[in-house]
């Protein structure tokens, strides 16, 4: 008896979810293997201008730690017990060997702890190419975005010198336009899920960004949409869910077993800020003009909004995270940081405070890339979708 | 220039001598100072002058005074509370209104002392700033410090945008960047609070009042190069880094201040005497050791005793530059004030990346002749704390002395086990001795102690 073929959706979440459990990352192993000179470059959350390592012809890769899949062993030698744990399994991840297949490594500016890994790589790592990218706090163009339009020159001319001939404006602007489609075709997967979290549960919409992290972005953005027209074809029950945001989780991730008990304990999670780099800058960035200038400006002024990024106002604090929940129609926030992560704990009290004064129902809890024990996490977030759709409706 | 506009505190002969401390003369004087600031914050008010507030690494003090800002600094009002056993409650206070027990205690004993009434570490009042210049420097948690003073209590937020020091090196376009910040952003948003026009000659002023300061201060803290070394240049040396790395960088009194502690340090070395301690002159020089990371402030003359009750004196540590990196040649400049600015803030060591620190401390073990390296890690601050076990494998590596690692907290009591600290202390001398004795010792305890 021939059995029976699995729908498109799973065969897709199926190639995700090996690419995300796959730590040798043998996905960017073969594509440098595809043809010679090519070269991959890391970058850490939160964001990095990827389409300077893509002009290059590069592949970029977003490393994100081990999760729950490593036992850090070397890594714990490096940190003491009160610092997170994305740094600790990076460091293992390097010094097993597992990232080998990368010619360089970008550090974003999010925090003192990844701000001094690229110090530990550049001594770990000597062969390797690291970079700290300093993106700017002050948001003038003529001020912080010259500031950063210099440092990305420092990037792009770093990167010509490695493939031996500069990257060149046309180059870029052509890499900008296909990270534009990538941007839209996951504007379109979050708008997707916000009006039907039951057909794309969050467990798949997490693990398809996770596959671009390793995935060349054209293939990423048809990977996208064709889970868009699977998930439309199958029909899934749609549940009384209580509709939330997370919010916190943006440098160390989560246990997927994390975003699948929140799920199941009775939330649809309508909004997010997983993989931000992936939806940092917040409209198509021009594809026709000085392209560095265009993706300063865009940082500048059309970027998402997280904790490693200055407020410069205090009426900014908060807005982001209650446009999310007012365009998703959000019922309630949850807030899931990583234990240790300054950032995130030190923005989370003030993001409370605008939630309140706005009548937003929150929960806060902290986890680590490796938590195993998913019972308190089931029990806090059910009885916080219970709080917003039983209790508040009465 | 009109010096009549700078604010200088007069001696008031406010701290009192008990009779059961020791200190050098200077260190008296210090103290005073301190706690004239204090007093000039208490009386702001009545005054009429408005107070800023801004962080020590990457402290712009001649550019404040510049607009008769009285200032505060948050991390010295954290620290003058942790000595004097106050930040315990505070800390506990800000954590039962919402705050992580993970994050920084520096930030916590800041709010809960704000939420306690806004009184200061000497019981006057701590006014609420009316500006909180952040100057943000080698450390991320300095922004959501701000921004949480702000978003409680509404004070106006400035921006100071310092990059980092990726490559280990200032480029021109990082120098560049914080100049025009300074231009556009930070002077007219300085001169609109204040009411003060900004007047590029009263900061040559001060500058070249800095210098002096700058010359003294390096003066005395090489004198640890001598055997025995003069001075602590840990446990001592925060008492003689307070004035210039807080509200008094520029001032004649700060001038007067390093030319005092200048004088009385030759004076020791020209009697060949060791560090004063809190119990007076200390005893025999037996060990010489280079320290990474900042002091505990809740146990300070606790953790100090267990030093020099084992003969052991710091002749040099990388927390004595967290507010500046003098010793390796960086004076203010008054004919590139601004410029000189810039670098200041983007030379500051917590601003450097791990080689750099790392080379220099090699070189201070080289250059101080010390038998090692010490690390007190500290659980709030992973500005200096991420990457110090990297820290302590390359320096032994590379210098062939042994180094240690002890855990602490700045200002939060919970993390100060003292006989955790002690046991670590004791066998870490006696493995200097060791290897001092047999040319090698058993491995370096690099396990981290959770002083719990």
């Known amino acids: ?394 | 220039m009109n010096m009549q506009t700078i604010a200088m505190p007069a001696p008031t002969g406010s701290a009192k001598k008990p009779q059961n401390v020791q200190k050098e003369d200077a260190m008296w004087l210090q103290k005073e100072l301190i706690n004239q600031n204090y007093l000039e914050l208490a009386t702001a008010r009545e005054n009429r002058r408005k107070v800023s507030a801004t962080f020590v690494p990457g402290n712009l003090n001649e550019l404040l005074m510049c607009f008769d800002f009285a200032r505060s600094l948050p991390e010295t009002n954290a620290l003058q509370n942790g000595m004097r056993k106050k930040s315990g409650k505070m800390i506990m206070d800000a954590e039962r209104d919402g705050q992580s027990e993970d994050v920084c205690t520096y930030v916590k004993a800041d709010l809960g002392m704000m939420m306690g009434g806004e009184i200061g570490p000497t019981g006057a009042p701590m006014p609420r700033p009316d500006v909180l210049l952040l100057s943000y420097t080698g450390c991320f948690t300095f922004m959501k410090w701000f921004e949480l003073i702000r978003h409680k209590y509404g004070c106006e937020t400035v921006m100071l945008h310092v990059p980092y020091q990726g490559e280990g090196r200032i480029a021109p376009n990082m120098r560049d960047y914080v100049v025009k910040q300074l231009k556009e952003t930070v002077i007219p948003a300085l001169e609109r609070i204040s009411g003060v026009k900004f007047d590029i000659d009263r900061l040559r002023q001060y500058l070249r009042e800095s210098v002096k300061a700058e010359e003294d201060l390096v003066r005395v803290l090489q004198s640890a190069k001598n055997r025995p070394s003069p001075i602590d240049g840990y446990f001592g040396a925060v008492y003689y880094i307070g004035p210039i790395f807080t509200a008094f960088r520029g001032t004649p009194q700060a001038t007067q201040y390093y030319a005092t502690l200048r004088a009385e340090i030759d004076e020791r070395v020209r009697l060949g005497k060791g560090p004063v301690t809190p119990d007076g002159d200390m005893g025999e020089e037996k060990y010489r050791l280079i320290v990474e990371g900042p002091p505990n402030w809740t146990s300070f003359r606790d953790f100090w005793k267990m030093f020099y009750d084992e003969g052991a004196v710091v002749v040099s540590s990388t927390y004595a530059k967290v507010g500046g990196l003098y010793d390796f040649g960086f004076r203010h400049d008054p004919e590139r004030p601004l410029e000189s600015l810039a670098e200041y803030c983007l030379g500051c060591y917590t601003n450097l990346n791990l080689p750099s620190r790392v080379d220099m401390i090699c070189k201070y073990i080289d250059e101080y002749q010390a038998d090692g390296l010490l690390i007190n890690s500290i659980k709030s601050c992973n500005s200096f704390s991420a990457g110090q076990l990297l820290i302590l494998r390359e320096v032994e590596k590379r210098t062939g002395k042994p180094a240690a690692f002890i855990e602490t907290d700045l200002v939060d009591p919970r993390y100060f086990s003292a006989a955790n600290v002690k046991n670590r202390l004791e066998s870490y001398f006696q493995m200097v001795k060791q290897k001092r004795t047999y040319g090698h010792a058993a491995p370096a305890p690099v396990i981290p102690i959770h002083a719990h």
């Open chain 1, 1 to 394: 008896m021939m059995s029976k073929p699995l729908p498109e959706v799973t065969r897709i979440v199926q190639r995700c979810e090996a690419l995300f459990e796959d730590l040798d990352f043998e996905a960017v192993k073969q594509w440098k293997a595809a043809e010679p000179g090519r070269k991959a470059i890391g970058y850490m959350p939160v964001y990095v201008p990827r389409e300077l390592v893509h002009a290059a012809g590069y592949l970029p890769v977003g490393i994100l730690g081990g999760g729950d899949q490593i036992e850090v062993i070397q890594g714990d030698a490096y940190y003491q017990s009160y610092i997170c744990r994305i740094p600790r399994s990076t460091i293992e991840l390097g010094l097993t060997g597992r990232l080998d297949c990368l010619d360089g490594m970008l550090f974003p500016s999010i925090c003192d702890v990844i701000r001094n890994l690229s110090g530990m790589w550049q001594m770990l790592f000597k062969d390797k190419y690291v970079r700290y990218v300093d993106v700017p706090q002050n948001y003038q163009d003529e001020v912080g975005g010259v500031f950063y339009q210099q440092e990305m020159q420092h990037i792009r001319d770093d990167l010509g010198r490695m493939r031996g001939t500069p990257i060149t404006d046309a180059e870029l602007n052509a890499s900008i336009a296909v990270y534009n489609d990538n941007r839209q075709a996951i504007r379109e997967l979050y708008a997707y899920r916000a009006a039907k979290p039951w057909q794309a549960p969050t467990s798949e919409v997490y693990l398809l960004l996770r596959a671009g992290m390793v995935l060349p972005v054209e293939q990423h953005t048809q990977l996208v949409r064709d889970y868009l027209a699977a998930a439309e074809q199958v029909s899934r029950p749609k549940r009384d869910n209580a509709r939330v945001v997370i919010n916190g989780s943006f440098c160390e991730q989560p246990p997927l077993a994390l975003i699948k008990s929140i799920e199941m304990a009775g939330c649809y999670v309508v909004d997010d800020d997983f993989l931000l780099v992936t939806r940092w800058l917040l409209d198509d960035v021009p594809a026709d003009g000085n392209p560095l200038l265009e993706l300063s400006k865009a940082f500048l002024h059309r970027s998402a909004s997280t904790a490693a990024k200055y407020d410069a106002t205090r009426e900014e604090k908060g807005v982001f995270l209650m446009k999310q929940v007012k365009t998703r129609g959000a019922e309630g926030v949850i807030f899931a940081a990583p234990s240790f992560c300054d950032p995130a704990l030190l923005e989370r009290p003030m993001l409370q405070d605008v939630l309140s004064q706005h009548g937003i129902p929150h929960t806060a809890f902290k986890y680590a890339e490796n938590t195993g024990q998913m019972a308190p996490v089931r029990e806090q977030a059910g009885t916080f979708a219970d709080s917003i759709k039983l209790w508040n409706a009465a």
